[in-house]
Every structure is written in C-alpha cells, then in structure tokens.
C-alpha cells in the first residue's frame, strides 16, 4: 500500500514568506502526483498536476517539484498571503493498481496578516 | 455542470436508516470515485468507478455499502442500516482518465450524520 507522510503537520507563518511543503511517498511506481488544497468545510481544490515525467510544475506562486527515485515531493509557496490558510494534501496513485490517490493527512497552513 | 455536483450536501438521519448520496460527476469524465473523510482524519478510498463498471471496490467497509453508476454519469453511494461510526463527509471525484493518471476534480462533498 502506497503510504504518503506530509511534513509539518501544521505550519503558521507571517504574510509574505516563502515556505516549502513536503511530502514522501513509499512506491515511486507512480503516474503522477496531484497536490490540493482544502478550506474547512470545503472539497478538495486541485492546485497542481505534476506527471512522472516531470521534474516541476508551477502555477501562479505555487511551484511543485517532484523526485521519484527518492520518493518525495515539495510545495513551494511563494509570497504567502491570508488566504492560502488551508490544509494542503499531496496524493500519488495507489501502487500496484494505479486506479485510487492515497492522501497524506496533509498540512495545515495559517499565514497571518 | 462545471464542475462536480453532490447532493445533499447535508444528511441527518437516525442509526439504523438506508441513505442515497448522489454524485454527478464532470460531462465526459470517465472515472469516478469516492472517498470518505472522517472528521480530523484524513481520506479514505471507497471505490472507483471506470464508466459504468468499479474495478477497485477495496475500500467499501462493509457490506452495507454499495455503489452504482449509470450511463458513465450519475453515481450514488448507498449505505444501509447506517451506524454512528458512517458519520462523515463523502467527497465524489471525478476525471477524464482513469488509472490513476487523469487529474481528479472533487465535489464539495455530503456531510453525513447519523444519531
């Protein structure tokens, strides 16, 4: 079983930093690995795509990074602003199968004003 | 829709009771999922739809839970004789691919309670 650890868990940071989020995974036998993020009481909002064959993708101040050998990937969040307080969740597929993203427990983000 | 769409977005029913959740997935999304987040827990894989057919029933807990799709669209999840431990948030996915490899787009999900 694909298993995802997310590192911090929780993470307060004042407006305006930089900040990088991690995430590792045990089976790098994986397409792609999808990162999120969710409000309380809120779906999930797909933030970033990155497929095996990539090594980045960047979306606005989002950058992710993905390393297969190691099993691990980052988020990095540029100029952080209130309204990125949210829970972040990075998902690979499920090895073996492929067919369903395993979800790390994520990390809880508050950036303060 | 421009998105995915589930309903109710809440349900209170009493232990014991069958409830329906409904998905309606992304126009010309062949895969689909659900996942079931316990409060302050993380997601949990239920089953996984590719068109009509679910290769991957893993993650139903029990048999009380069952799943359908019709015309590689609408989705409902059923649970019987639900239990206090089914209280929940229910998300629905959906993506063009299936296999893992397809970006996946959620619902807002329906919020389970049962007393």
């Known amino acids: 079983k694909q298993e995802v650890t997310q590192i911090p868990a929780a993470l307060s940071v004042p407006e305006g930093e930089n900040l990088v989020l991690n995430c590792s995974f045990t089976d790098s036998a994986i397409y792609n690995l999808q990162w999120f993020r969710q409000d309380p009481g809120k779906g999930l909002t797909s933030l970033l795509l990155?497929?095996?064959?990539?090594r980045e993708q960047t979306s606005g101040r989002l950058n992710a990074s993905l390393d297969k050998s190691s099993g691990r990937s980052t988020l990095y969040i540029a100029a952080s602003q209130p309204g990125d307080s949210a829970t972040y969740l990075c998902a690979p597929p499920a090895s073996n199968s492929g067919y369903a993203l395993n979800f790390g427990k994520g990390t809880s983000l508050l950036v303060t004003p | 829709g421009a998105g995915v769409s589930q309903s109710p977005s809440n349900k209170v029913t009493e232990k014991g009771k069958d409830v329906e959740l409904r998905c309606d997935p992304i126009s010309g999304h062949t895969a689909l999922y659900w996942y079931r987040q316990r409060l302050g827990q993380g997601l949990e894989f239920l089953i996984y739809f590719q068109g009509n057919s679910a290769p991957d029933k893993s993650g139903l807990p029990s048999d009380r839970f069952s799943a359908e799709r019709t015309g590689e669209s609408v989705s409902t999840l059923t649970i019987q004789r639900t239990q206090q431990e089914d209280s929940a948030v229910y998300l629905c996915?959906?993506?063009?691919w299936g296999r893992g490899t397809g970006e996946l787009f959620f619902g807002e999900g329906s919020r389970l309670t049962v007393l």
């Open positions: 990155i497929q095996s064959s990539q």
């Open positions: 996915a959906s993506s063009l």
